[in-house]
């Protein structure tokens, strides 16, 4: 049996708003470095945004940050 370590009240606050936002796990991960196991835990039922939504914002992301680059 591992040994699983609780998320600290900060990082759960954390991960409490970006579930609530709808992030794609992967942002969770990438961004607070909580992983698909903890969400899961905590949120079982949780999906995120659906693959087209996140690569619409995907997309959104990488326009903005050529025209800021340019």
Same mark, same amino acid.
């Given at each position: 049996? #591992? %040994?699983?370590?609780?998320? #600290? ?11 609530? %936002? ?9 961004? /607070?470095?909580?992983?698909?196991? #903890?969400?899961? *835990?905590?949120?079982? $039922? /949780?999906? $995120? ?5 996140? $690569? *619409? ?6 326009? #903005? ?6």
């Amino acid at each position: 049996m #591992t %040994d699983r370590r609780e998320l #600290t009240p900060e990082r759960k606050a954390l991960l409490d708003a970006a579930v609530a %936002d709808g992030w794609p796990i992967r942002q969770i991960i990438a961004t /607070y470095g909580i992983g698909t196991h #903890t969400v899961k *835990r905590y949120y079982p $039922g /949780y999906a $995120g945004m659906s693959a087209v939504e996140s $690569g *619409r914002l995907a997309m959104a992301i990488r326009y #903005t940050n050529r025209k800021l680059a340019s």
